[in-house]
């Protein structure tokens, strides 16, 4: 028992004796020509890392995070513009209503209207009621306030920005009910 298993599986015939050639030295090994310095080797990408069209896998997805990269700063200047946009609306309409309010601290009369999917409030005498019915005033919602204004501020609040405009009745349209409540108040 003193043969190895090398000799064993060899008497057997199950394994043949393979030669040993002589491979030939690495490329880096090889003596670099005057004037030109040697080439790293190139190194072969695995076929299973490849698909059919040959791409890369690693490839694959960093062109992914660099699409969605480029698709959230996109996003990201989008929502910038649009908060832009914003502000200098509601800059202008700040700078429209300075000075134009028809607010009274000392109106009794409450008249409610419909803004944002409520009933609202605001309080006024018993003159802007009837120019409010009118339509010859307007209501515009600003910083959580609702402001009585002229029609002509109205309009060009409505102008810069539909969704601050809270009331303005039209006067082809506006009606008073056989009960003396403007129409627009009927529930």
Do not use: C
């Amino acid at each position: 028992m003193a043969d190895s298993l090398r000799d064993q599986l060899l008497k057997s015939g199950i394994v043949k004796q393979v030669r040993e050639e002589k491979r030939p030295a690495a490329p880096s090994a090889r003596p670099a020509q005057k004037g030109r310095p040697s080439k790293p080797p190139r190194h072969r990408v695995p076929a299973a890392a490849t698909d059919a069209d040959g791409i890369n896998l690693a490839r694959a997805y960093a062109m992914r995070a660099q699409t969605e990269a480029s698709e959230r700063k996109r996003a990201e200047q989008e929502a910038a513009e649009q908060a832009r946009l914003r502000r200098e609306q509601k800059q202008k309409i700040q700078q429209l209503l300075a000075g134009n309010t028809l607010n009274k601290a000392d109106a009794d009369q409450p008249r409610n209207f419909e803004y944002g999917g409520k009933i609202r409030r605001i309080y006024v005498d018993a003159a802007q009621l009837a120019a409010l019915n009118a339509g010859e005033l307007g209501v515009v919602q600003q910083g959580g306030r609702y402001v009585l204004v002229n029609r002509d501020i109205a309009e060009q609040v409505k102008a810069i920005d539909a969704r601050q405009l809270a009331l303005l009745v039209d006067p082809a349209a506006a009606g008073v009910g056989d009960d003396g409540v403007p129409d627009d108040l009927m529930w």
